[in-house]
């Protein structure tokens, strides 16, 4: 049985670990500056979004919801993947940046994963607007409510970046529970942030049916420095 698991481990993640091991073997400049980053600035904003002077700059920053205008929510998006949510703790979120966003940093290089955190990002922040839409009453659709809901912050990011490093590095059955797992909380708890993650599986989901039809195979490639 360990033979078996050792094998399968190596068919599904070897690829990847090879990747990341060379690119952290790779001497001179700190491997992650976005990463770090990204770390620095969602804990300084969790920091201050909870002192009495902090809150309302933070909001008025990096807050999206629905019910605010299309043009204010889509300057406040980029600050929004680094403002944790009030009421789950921050080191899990702090912990989930540093683990998916650093090996994507590593994997895909700097700019992809700019990118690709902030297309899924933004696939969760415009969904939200159709949900509240199209109302309460379909599968897709979202209470009037959820429009004055503060959007996931930076999970929704971790979600398409998480997928999208898995289908890059051919780990299927990984990313296939990330997929699942997506669902079934949305299953579970069929609120706005279980939604919007949806949608960020949805919009990582095309952009790899896109890179594949524009004839660039998933294979392992090493990180771009």
């Not at 309460?136 to 997928?163: K, Q």
């Amino acid at each position: 049985m360990t033979g078996a698991a050792g094998s399968w481990a190596r068919r599904e993640w070897g690829p990847l670990y090879g990747v990341v091991r060379a690119r952290l073997r790779t001497r001179g400049r700190p491997p992650v500056p976005l990463t770090l980053t990204a770390v620095g600035l969602t804990a300084a904003f969790q920091y201050v979004q909870n002192q009495p002077w902090g809150y309302p700059l933070v909001q008025q920053i990096g807050a999206v919801r629905a019910a605010d205008p299309l043009w204010l929510g889509l300057a406040r998006t980029p600050l929004s993947l680094y403002v944790p949510a009030l009421d789950l703790p921050v080191w899990g979120a702090l912990a989930q940046v540093l683990l998916v966003l650093g090996v994507a940093e590593l994997s895909l290089g700097r700019r992809r994963t700019l990118l690709l955190a902030y297309a899924a990002t933004l696939a969760g922040t415009l969904y939200a607007r159709v949900g509240v839409a199209l109302g309460p009453a379909g599968p897709l659709g979202l209470p009037a409510s959820d429009a004055h809901v503060v959007d996931t912050g930076p999970s929704a990011a971790v979600v398409g970046l998480a997928l999208y490093v898995c289908w890059r590095h051919r780990a299927r059955w990984t990313g296939a529970l990330v997929a699942v797992a997506m669902a079934a909380e949305c299953a579970l708890e069929p609120n706005l942030a279980g939604k919007e993650h949806l949608a960020a599986v949805a919009a990582t989901l095309a952009l790899c049916g896109a890179t594949a039809l524009r004839g660039r195979a998933p294979a392992p490639a090493a990180a771009p420095g």
